[in-house]
């Protein structure tokens, strides 16, 4: 953690402040904006970082929670915010390249809008077929299913809840 809190000031710093000014970063409050809930998993993880670099810092650490419209709400208020380093966004980097593809017009360009300075958290995709099904690949299940078109169901999380990778992973329960 400490490494990474160092990672995160090291490139805040050089990325995002004029060569001009010397001023020491950070030299105000970091406002930390998190795509998620309060009280969801990712908010915990969010606010335990927050915690761990305040004090390395030296600076109030602020997390403010902006949930809706698959993290668009929080991404679009991050890429307008001023590109100092004092407002660093925290979302699932499959949310928001999924936003990308789903979002007819998005107000906002996450290639020209965002730099990602690290990865704090990891979490993996899982498919589940029925053991008694033969399929042995996601590969084979994908086939299965564009064969089958409208006529193959599925099971999924919720995507306004937990994000939108569910959205875009090939998922079925056949």
């Not at 001009?20 to 998993?41: E, L």
């Amino acid at each position: 953690m400490r490494h990474f809190a160092k990672i995160v000031i090291a490139a805040a710093s050089v990325v995002v402040s004029p060569p001009a000014h010397a001023q020491q970063y950070p030299a105000q409050d970091v406002h930390i904006v998190c795509a998620f809930p309060a009280g969801s998993g990712a908010d915990v993880i969010v606010r335990y970082m927050a915690e761990k670099l305040r004090p390395l810092m030296g600076r109030s650490i602020i997390v403010e929670n902006k949930p809706g419209a698959l993290g668009n709400i929080a991404t679009e208020y991050v890429a307008r915010a001023k590109p100092d380093g004092y407002t660093l966004y925290i979302h699932g980097a499959s949310g928001v390249a999924a936003s990308m593809a789903l979002v007819k017009n998005p107000p906002f360009d996450v290639g020209k809008s965002i730099q990602v300075i690290g990865t704090i958290n990891r979490q993996p995709t899982m498919m589940v077929v029925s053991p008694n099904k033969p399929w042995k690949s996601v590969a084979e299940v994908t086939a299965y299913a564009k064969e089958k078109g409208d006529k193959a169901s599925y099971a999924t999380t919720n995507p306004v809840r937990y994000g939108t990778s569910t959205l875009l992973s090939p998922r079925c329960s056949l």
